[in-house]
């Protein structure tokens, strides 16, 4: 896997929440740049292996 993507919507209570395709990672944050580290680190936890690592994080936002 080279690409992991993430939708990204609003939080109805406040903040943002990020839930992988394909993938059981899901985060949520306050705003979008703590979303951003978060996300980063729940793909880290969820794959170990540097190597199998999706090198690509996208994000797409759902309105």
């Known amino acids: 896997m ?3 993507v993430f ?3 609003d939080d109805p209570d406040e903040g943002y929440n990020a839930k992988a395709l394909g993938e059981s990672i899901f985060t949520q944050a306050d705003d979008l ?3 951003r580290e978060m996300v980063r680190d729940a793909v880290r936890c969820h794959f170990p292996d540097e ?3 999706p090198k690509v994080i996208r994000f797409e ?3």
Do not use: G
Request: aromatic share 0%; hydrophobic share 35%.
């Open 51 to 53: 190597e199998k690592r």
């Open 7 to 9: 939708l990204v919507e």
């Open 2 to 4: 080279t690409e992991i």
């Open 61 to 63: 936002e759902v309105k």
């Open 33 to 35: 740049e703590t979303l």
